[in-house]
């Protein structure tokens, strides 16, 4: 798959999971709502309820910012499978004027972000490449 269908998948699919590296190197893998602009993937922590707000994903990309997010779409007809990944390098955005753009666009996705915008902090991920594999082409 090329790197555009494959970002053409992504940019369309309505939940991804997020992954990233611990200290202690193993996978820390969580289901994640998003946006994409060009090469830039943004994951903003929200309202939902949570135990804490220093969340191990944060904790993980402050230590290592590699990071892999990958959607997939699964159907009892096999010919309409496909799944994609997007490999790239996370930084953690906190300030509020720069989190209004990203903000924005995570609106138009999900209806909730537009009664109850994320107070962040804001996940962007520069993606470094963009893989992916389909039973047929899209369509």
């Known amino acids: 798959m090329r790197a ?7 940019a369309n699919a309505r939940v991804a999971t997020l992954a990233t590296v611990t200290e202690a190197g193993r996978p820390h893998v969580v289901p994640v709502t998003f946006a994409v602009d ?8 929200d309202a ?5 707000r220093d969340l191990r994903r944060l904790r993980n990309i402050r230590a290592d910012p590699r990071v892999a997010v990958l959607a997939d779409q699964y159907d009892e007809d096999w010919a309409r499978l496909w799944w994609v990944r997007a490999d790239g390098r996370a930084a953690i955005i906190e300030d509020p004027a720069r989190m209004a753009g990203p903000i924005a666009r995570l609106a138009e996705r999900y209806r909730p972000y537009q009664e109850d915008p994320p107070a962040g902090p804001l ?13 047929s082409p899209a369509g």
Do not use: F, N, S
């Open 123 to 135: 996940i962007d991920i520069t993606v470094e490449r963009w893989t992916g594999w389909a039973a």
């Open 48 to 52: 939902k309820p949570k135990t804490t």
């Open 4 to 10: 555009e269908e494959a970002r053409q998948r992504l």
């Open 38 to 45: 060009r090469d830039h993937l943004y994951i903003a922590v």
